[in-house]
């Protein structure tokens, strides 16, 4: 009981048992004769971590170095040692020089020696486990510090960044997307730039209203906001490069090419963020993802999670709805929605069929008031007044 976990790697099953008489006293002790077979039992290992990985270097298929890289990418804690022949000393240096293997141990291997090195590695995975933990819990505490400032600076921002957070995960889970919960947190940090805007823009936001050209660069320049705050935050590299990619604004490094991962969680942070505000407008469902299908949007496979998230299962066929600007109504659309002022008066209501008459209307009632855009169509009966 308490005792660690270690595992030995050789193709030779005499020096397995010699190995593990001598480490079995300390130490729980897992044999594999191949690099597959090891790695299928880290996979299976149902005690704990696996401390230390002690590996042959020389086996047919997978070698010792090509394991211990596998082992260090999925399994970053568990210390990583090579068993060799004083042959391939040149091979064991080389692959602790290129970071992947703690130490090597040169057969015969002494029994003092053996134990003293495994008992080393076996330490080390026991502080690299405290600093990932004490780093996590230190990462959790510092983003919670900064959402709690979101919601005691502004209630209704802090709000809607819980319905985009909650939008985005079933999001995800509909598309199986790995890193969930950094693109959760992308999701809650998009809306921390917040805390710079006024409160009446704000409540604007809140409930879809349209923003004067001022206002709303206020709001596009929320993610870069994020970014300047999260972006010194160590283990937040990927949270930074989400929200960096709702920011029009920000400087793209074309040095650093974005992984599909990233990519498809901005799509999703994105798609959530555009499909609140038409919600917070009013629209219905259907009409709501009407117009992200109608704008010149690539994340078609999000736009389909949603529509199966939101019970909407016969796509709409695009053309049919449309989101335009006022000044693009066409005489013989026929209006989808209610077309609204910034105040909530309906000034057009809906089934309306757009006439010259109807669009000299709109034209005076635009000089005097703020219409909330897009308005949303579908064609007509064209109509010669």
């Not at 959790?140 to 005691?152: D, V």
């Not at 407008?281 to 078609?300: F, K, N, P, Q, W």
């Amino acid at each position: 009981m308490g005792r660690s976990t270690v595992l030995l790697v050789d193709d030779e099953s005499a020096i397995l048992e010699t190995l593990a008489l001598q480490l079995g006293r300390d130490h729980r002790v897992l044999t594999a004769e191949s690099g597959d077979d090891a790695l299928r039992v880290l996979a299976e290992a149902g005690t704990g971590p696996v401390a230390a990985v002690i590996s042959d270097l020389r086996m047919p298929g997978m070698d010792g170095v090509e394991l211990l890289r596998r082992v260090q990418l999925e399994y970053p804690d568990t210390t990583r040692v090579l068993h060799t022949a004083q042959s391939d000393l040149n091979a064991a240096i080389a692959a602790i020089n290129d970071g992947g293997v703690y130490r090597y141990l040169a057969k015969p291997v002494q029994t003092d020696e053996l134990r003293a090195t495994v008992q080393e590695a076996v330490e080390l995975h026991g502080r690299s486990t405290t600093e990932r933990h004490l780093l996590d819990t230190t990462l959790k505490s510092s983003i919670q510090a900064l959402f709690g400032c979101l919601e005691l600076a502004s209630p209704t921002a802090f709000a809607r960044a819980g319905r985009i957070r909650t939008l985005v995960a079933e999001l995800c889970t509909a598309l199986q997307l790995d890193a969930l919960w950094e693109i959760e947190v992308a999701a809650m940090a998009s809306q921390l730039g917040a805390v710079t805007v006024p409160p009446s823009v704000l409540q604007k936001l809140d409930k879809g209203m349209p923003c004067t050209e001022d206002e709303q660069a206020m709001v596009d320049a929320m993610p870069g906001v994020a970014v300047k705050l999260l972006k010194d935050i160590p283990n937040l590299e990927d949270v930074v490069e989400i929200v960096r990619g709702l920011a029009p604004a920000e400087p793209v490094d074309d040095s650093k090419p974005v992984s599909p991962l990233i990519e498809a969680a901005i799509d999703v942070v994105r798609t959530a963020i555009d499909y609140e505000t038409l919600e917070s407008r009013g629209l219905e469902v259907e009409s709501a993802i009407a117009v992200l299908e109608s704008r010149d949007h690539g994340a078609l496979s999000v736009l389909a999670a949603l529509r199966d998230i939101k019970g909407v299962v016969v796509p709409i066929a695009a053309g049919k709805v449309r989101g335009l600007r006022v000044a693009d109504l066409e005489v013989g659309m026929r209006v989808a929605e209610d077309i609204v002022a910034a105040n909530g008066l309906v000034l057009i209501g809906r089934g309306m069929i757009v006439t010259s008459l109807l669009l000299d209307r709109l034209t005076n009632y635009a000089r005097m008031i703020e219409i909330v855009e897009p308005v949303l169509t579908v064609p007509g009966a064209r109509t010669s007044y």
